[in-house]
């Protein structure tokens, strides 16, 4: 692999850290269901002699769900305390690697693991900017590439009794959802937006995605679900519908959800020092890794002023939307292959500046971080998926690679869709 394999002391002590948050602070606030079913893998694993299993899931869900303002302190407290079975043990290897407890947080709180969804990016379009007004979206995943993971990539089904169908797109092992779709026509989708109110006392927030999936046929219903259950971390979530077709943007952090409908004045409010940051569209909302929501940008970790690189993506989903829509007649209608395009430029390609973003050719490009990108046309249950594949130089970002086109009606149950 082109990623440097980490030491034996450093997996074993990230495996530590988010076993223990996972029991300590995430089981405790899981649905009962979702709870249940972790334990079923546990269960079900060991009886199928993998005993290791259904600690390897509990520990997919905590790092997708990992707060990051205070994972270093977080880890010395565990070793120092020795807080959780294992923690002397951890402590024991640290030491013999010759490494202090201080040192062995720092390396691991810095991890590229911990990295998820600081990248990411998602959009959804409809109304008058699509063809037959249906709903459009997609989502990227930018996160520590070239770790092997996308060797067990996987698209799952569920059905359950009394819920809707849905599919999660994800990996083997983690499972929450990265990013999928409904039976109803719900499309979900998640991007980081780190902020200092963060906990991990509420809804995890792959499984969060899972049942919004399973219970929300419109948005008015999903919108009621988010309201009813509690944000973890920083995070801009994606929801879309089929049904109702429309799209909204959730700017979250604990306690507190920041909703954005299409061309939202809060959005175009948003000047620092003179420079507009925000322009938002009619018919469509997309959002990098920045908030708009003045409430929200009271504790971003970045402050008021997006990024460079979330600018850049940001800017390019406005400009090619609005180029789009300035076609003459229906010409620049969205459809599904202009959906793929729109998910596509955005996906990381190795670079920050606008150029970097609408090549996939050369050495750069190569380094790309997109792992997933995917495209939904929900009204017509169609998904297309792509993944990274290869290592080093001839590694090519999932956005770079070719999309699988999956019509989920007969894993649906057969439908014609909506």
């Known amino acids: 692999r082109a990623s440097p394999r980490p030491a034996c002391w450093e997996r074993g002590l990230l495996t530590l850290f988010m076993q223990w948050q996972y029991a300590a602070y995430i089981e405790p606030s899981l649905p009962a269901a979702f709870a249940d079913e972790l334990r079923g893998v546990a269960d079900g694993a060991a009886a199928a002699g993998v005993p290791e299993a259904g600690m390897y899931a509990r520990v997919g869900v905590a790092l997708a769900s990992i707060a990051t303002g205070d994972v270093l302190d977080d880890i010395i407290y565990l070793l120092k305390a020795e807080l959780f079975p294992g923690a002397r043990e951890a402590g024991a290897a640290i030491a013999a690697a010759g490494v ?62 009394g819920k809707h169908a849905y599919a999660s797109i994800a990996f083997a092992g983690l499972v929450g959802a990265i990013t999928g779709m409904s039976e109803a026509g719900i499309t979900v989708a998640e991007a980081g937006d780190d902020n200092t109110e ?61 909703y954005f409908a299409d061309d939202d004045p809060r959005e175009a409010a948003l000047v620092v020092n003179g420079t507009r940051y925000g322009f938002p569209l009619k ?49 620049g209608a969205i459809d599904i292959h202009r959906a793929i395009n729109l998910t ?32 939904f046309a929900p009204a017509q249950q169609l998904m297309y998926v792509a993944y990274e594949n290869g290592v080093g130089a001839a590694h090519v970002p999932a956005c ?3 999309y699988m086109r999956l019509d989920m009606r007969p894993w649906f149950g057969g439908g014609a869709g909506l």
């Open 283 to 331: 018919h469509a909302v997309w959002r990098t890794n920045h908030g708009y929501d003045p409430t929200f940008l009271e504790t971003a970790v970045e402050g008021r002023r997006p990024g460079y690189d979330s600018q850049t993506r940001y800017l390019l989903l406005h400009d090619t939307i609005a180029q789009y829509g300035a076609m003459a007649g229906d010409s």
């Open 198 to 258: 963060e906990t991990l006392r509420g809804f995890a927030w792959s499984l969060r995605l899972r049942a919004l999936m399973e219970e929300a046929a419109t948005l008015e219903e999903a919108r009621a679900f988010w309201a009813a259950t509690n944000n973890t971390l920083g995070i801009n979530h994606g929801v879309g519908s089929a049904a109702d077709p429309g799209f909204l943007a959730l700017e979250t952090r604990a306690g507190y959800t920041a």
């Open 344 to 375: 596509a430029v955005v996906g990381d390609k190795g670079g920050s500046d606008r150029a970097s973003f609408v090549t996939c050719e050369g050495e750069q490009a190569a380094r790309g971080e997109n792992i997933v990108s995917a495209a």
């Open 100 to 161: 202090s407890v201080e040192a062995a947080a720092a390396k691991v709180a810095a991890s590229r693991l911990l990295q998820v969804g600081r990248t990411c990016s998602f959009f959804g379009a409809w109304g008058d900017r699509t063809v037959g007004g249906q709903l459009f979206s997609g989502r990227n995943l930018d996160w520590a590439a070239q770790t092997g993971v996308s060797d067990y990539k996987t698209v799952t089904v569920y059905h359950l009794a």
């Open 400 to 402: 770079c690679n070719n």
